[in-house]
């Protein structure tokens, strides 16, 4: 029997709707109550429209996932993918870090957004220390529940999502109703103000970003019950019940706030969109439905980050100290997970965290579909014209992020650099070097 089948086929701990729960966990958390205003900002008046978009280019990306996990089930998940396709060399190591990373940047800008929106029940609040301090302490509990253990997960994630997916759709349709302005929101579509073409598709990175919480699905693949059928589903319902709440949510603020308005709040744009369409109660609850929202997102992402990062390290891609510490390597992992996220937590801010954490995970996106089309698509049974589509739509969609950031923030376009090179260079010498030692 493959190992990798092995692997799936113990300890399956996770049902469907865990699965599902976990995915929607990372995507409708962060995604939703901190990439709005970023979106709003470069896509101007049609942002509702960019989370449609990008769902429909996360249907396509996600594709390849479906057919990998269906063929090779894996608590790996993305990292036995690239293995799959590329061999243990340098580009699997390379974009499996580059996911690793993306992901853990994905937790700093839970963590973040936990804190921004907390803040707004203080306003003399000191936010520059305030927003680290609240978004560690968010990422320390995070820790402790995944110490607990996968059905401690499973539960916390579950129970939150649930709480949250409703809160997040009343939120909603209570702005649209008390703002007695769905055809105000329709005719903003309609008629959008300031917008354009590059700024539409520069957007659209952001917004997938927001849906890359279906590679949590992926990563913990050997975890869930019947891989072969529940991830694929689970990935489809997360992402089928995330555009639509983002799509009512966007037409939410869309009805509640000018474009500037939204712009000016982008960190915090559901908690400003709240204000005068449900004045200080809307304020506190929306507060508290971005806490909910953010907790479970951050409990979900760390789980599955860690367990693909220990994958990787068991295959000797990446180096590994024990720092002193005892117990499985799992739980290493994850104390360097948590680690490197709250460091970013305290030195970046929510901007640049979506930022670079986009630019990662799109060009190692289009790493997986490459290798799929090149070596697996036969294996995989995967149609060429869905990869090849793939491929094109994340190109250009990164390629007009990356035009813009450069004429408007070059800083994250040379972080984002300097963080491939030093990746691919530290990749490069680990590697000989391991290779050297077993000969």
């Known amino acids: 029997?493959?190992?990798?089948?092995?692997?799936?086929?113990?300890?399956?701990?996770?049902?469907?709707?865990?699965?599902?729960?976990?995915?929607?966990?990372?995507?409708?958390?962060?995604g939703i109550f901190a990439l709005t205003g970023q979106v709003a900002e470069l896509s101007g008046g049609l942002f509702p429209y960019v989370f449609v978009v990008a769902a429909i280019i996360t249907g396509f990306s996600a594709y390849s996932y479906?057919?990998?996990?269906?063929?090779?089930?894996?608590?790996?998940?993305?990292?036995?993918?690239?293995?799959?396709?590329?061999?243990?060399?340098?580009?699997?190591?390379?974009?499996?870090?580059?996911?690793?990373?993306?992901?853990?940047?994905?937790?700093?800008?839970?963590?973040?957004?936990?804190?921004?929106?907390?803040?707004?029940?203080?306003?003399?609040?000191d936010r520059a220390l305030w927003t680290p301090v609240l978004g560690v302490g968010l990422i320390v509990i995070a820790f402790f529940v995944n110490v607990a253990g996968n059905k401690t997960v499973s539960l916390f994630s579950l129970t939150l999502?649930?709480?949250?997916?409703?809160?997040?759709?009343?939120?909603?349709?209570?702005?649209?109703?008390?703002?007695?302005?769905?055809?105000?929101?329709?005719?903003?579509?309609?008629?959008?103000q300031n917008y354009s073409t590059i700024g539409f598709l520069a957007a659209l990175a952001p917004a997938i970003l927001a849906y890359k919480g279906f590679t949590t699905i992926t990563n913990s693949g050997g975890e869930i019950v019947d891989p072969h059928r529940n991830v694929a589903r689970a990935i489809i319902i997360s992402?089928?019940?995330?555009?639509?709440?983002?799509?009512?949510?966007?037409?939410?603020?869309?009805?509640?706030?000018?474009?500037?308005q939204i712009v000016a709040a982008r960190d915090f744009a559901l908690a400003e969109a709240a204000r005068p369409a449900l004045g200080d109660t809307g304020l506190l609850l929306t507060v508290i439905l971005a806490m909910?929202?953010?907790?479970?997102?951050?409990?979900?992402?760390?789980?599955?980050v860690s367990r693909m990062l220990t994958m990787v390290t068991e295959m000797k891609l990446i180096p590994h100290s024990h720092f002193g510490m005892g117990g499985p390597l799992r739980f290493h992992l994850l104390v360097y997970t948590v680690v490197i996220a709250a460091a970013l937590t305290i030195f970046l801010d929510l901007s640049r965290i979506a930022s670079l954490g986009a630019i990662l995970y799109l060009i190692m996106d289009i790493a997986v579909h490459w290798g799929v089309l090149r070596h697996l698509r036969d294996e995989v049974s995967a149609k060429a014209w869905v990869l090849i589509s793939a491929i094109v739509l994340d190109v250009l969609v990164l390629g007009a992020f990356l035009w813009v950031k450069a004429t408007t923030d070059i800083v994250i376009v040379a972080l984002a650099a300097i963080t491939l090179l030093v990746v691919v260079a530290g990749e490069h010498w680990f590697l000989r070097t391991t290779q050297t030692m077993r000969k």
């Open 1 to 30: 029997m493959d190992q990798h089948k092995m692997q799936a086929g113990s300890g399956n701990s996770l049902s469907l709707l865990g699965a599902v729960a976990m995915g929607l966990g990372v995507m409708i958390g962060a």
């Open 66 to 125: 479906v057919q990998m996990s269906r063929a090779y089930p894996s608590a790996g998940g993305i990292a036995m993918f690239l293995e799959k396709a590329y061999g243990r060399g340098l580009i699997t190591a390379v974009c499996a870090v580059l996911m690793a990373l993306s992901m853990v940047i994905n937790e700093s800008l839970v963590a973040r957004t936990f804190a921004t929106y907390t803040l707004q029940l203080f306003g003399e609040a």
């Open 161 to 192: 999502s649930t709480a949250k997916i409703i809160g997040i759709s009343l939120f909603a349709l209570v702005s649209l109703w008390v703002a007695n302005s769905l055809g105000n929101a329709a005719e903003k579509l309609t008629a959008p």
């Open 239 to 260: 992402i089928a019940i995330s555009v639509v709440i983002y799509f009512l949510v966007t037409l939410g603020v869309s009805a509640n706030l000018t474009l500037p």
């Open 292 to 304: 909910i929202a953010t907790a479970s997102g951050l409990v979900a992402s760390i789980f599955a």
